[in-house]
């Protein structure tokens, strides 16, 4: 009888463990497609762990997306996060947690892997109201992080950079000023978002006419936070080309 092919949800664990057992890469990725790895069961991850980690960085790397990546002691994730640098600046990766220490001790020599991060963590929050960088970074210290982008990328990383102060504040509102919140009265939704890319000045100046005043925040939190199908940004033209 012809043994069944383990799968859960696109991951052929079968082919995954040979990959690893063996340290082939090619004994797991056979087409252009690569699997996800979010749903990968403790029972699986854990058996291949040890082994998983001395592999070579193409596959070390896929740890990154695994549920059980965020549990793991903060040395191995950094050792994992090394291996992966290149592939998340690639795009490579669904990356659903990431250290904020590890992105502080990347971007001075992977600016590109980190700034990859911080634009996950605005896709995260307008998709879901989550969070990505955890803890997540000082508004204070984001612009100087990714100051060496602004040149090669002068329209897109400043306005990510900006996004990401404006829902770090929306962020700091809802966990530590929700009872104001509710006192907002939401009369009408606000017509200054989503916010289009494509345009980044006008981009720029929709988010500072909303920091500027304190109760168009507020408003603007409210109807975050309360209506899931709330977008505030068009992402067409944010991400590096």
């Known amino acids: 009888m012809k043994k069944k092919v383990q799968t859960i949800k696109h991951i052929n664990i079968d082919r995954l463990k040979e990959a690893i057992m063996k ?5 797991y990725f056979i087409s252009d497609m690569i699997p996800l ?5 403790d029972e699986d991850f854990y058996h291949l762990l040890p ?5 070579k960085p193409v596959l070390k790397s896929l740890i990154l997306e695994t549920t059980q990546f965020r549990l793991l002691p903060e040395k191995i994730q950094f050792e994992v996060i090394k291996s992966a640098v290149k592939y998340i600046s690639e795009g490579k990766f669904l ?7 590890a992105i502080k001790k990347i971007y001075k020599d992977h600016v590109e892997a980190a700034y990859r991060v911080l634009i996950e963590d605005i896709f995260e929050f307008d998709r879901t109201r989550g969070r990505i960088i955890t803890p997540p970074l000082d508004i204070e210290e984001v612009e100087d992080m990714f100051v060496p982008l602004y040149v090669a990328y002068p329209s897109n990383v400043p306005l990510a950079v900006l996004l990401y102060k404006f829902i770090s ?12 919140i509710e006192q907002i009265e939401l009369k009408e939704r606000s017509n200054i978002f989503p916010i289009d890319c494509k345009d980044v000045t006008a981009s720029k100046e929709k988010i500072n006419k909303v920091l500027k005043d304190e109760k ?16 505030i940004i068009n992402f067409t033209y944010l991400l590096i080309k």
């Open 23 to 27: 340290n082939d890469e090619t004994k």
């Open 37 to 41: 790895h979010y749903n990968l069961p």
């Open 51 to 55: 082994r998983w980690l001395k592999t």
């Open 95 to 101: 990356i659903r947690y990431f250290p904020q220490s």
């Open 169 to 180: 504040t929306l962020r700091y509102i809802k966990e530590n000023k929700s009872g104001l």
């Open 216 to 231: 168009l925040t507020y408003l603007v939190c409210k109807e975050v936070f309360q209506n899931s199908s709330f977008f």
